[in-house]
């Protein structure tokens, strides 16, 4: 079982440049020990869903106490009888290229 998330986190209101932010939320993403896949755009992560929307709450309330507007963009693929998503949803798309 897999719940593959592709999470969206930072501060609407520290100016243009929000790494520091996003660092710490990818902090508690790498504490985890789930598998996770950071991207440009967000970071995926891969679990057991309780697990993981344990970590999406933790990320929000590591920003919470600094930031008075958070934004956050979450996408969810939840599929029984499937292991190593982030990895075999590429693969797959990689044969058919």
């Known amino acids: 079982m897999s719940t593959l998330v592709e999470l969206a986190i930072f501060p609407l209101d520290k100016g243009e440049s929000v790494s520091q932010y996003v660092a710490?939320?990818?902090?508690?993403?790498?504490?985890?020990?789930?598998?996770?896949?950071?991207?440009?755009?967000?970071?995926?992560?891969?679990?057991?869903?309780?697990q993981v929307m344990e970590v999406v709450k933790q990320c929000f309330k590591t920003l919470e106490p600094e930031c008075d507007r958070?934004?956050?963009?979450?996408?969810?693929?939840?599929?029984?009888?499937?292991?190593?998503?982030?990895?075999q949803k590429i693969d797959s798309i990689k044969k058919q290229l």
């Open 70 to 87: 958070i934004y956050l963009n979450l996408k969810l693929d939840f599929r029984k009888n499937r292991t190593n998503a982030l990895e």
């Open 24 to 50: 710490k939320a990818v902090k508690v993403i790498q504490n985890s020990n789930l598998s996770y896949k950071l991207t440009p755009m967000g970071t995926c992560i891969e679990g057991d869903f309780d």
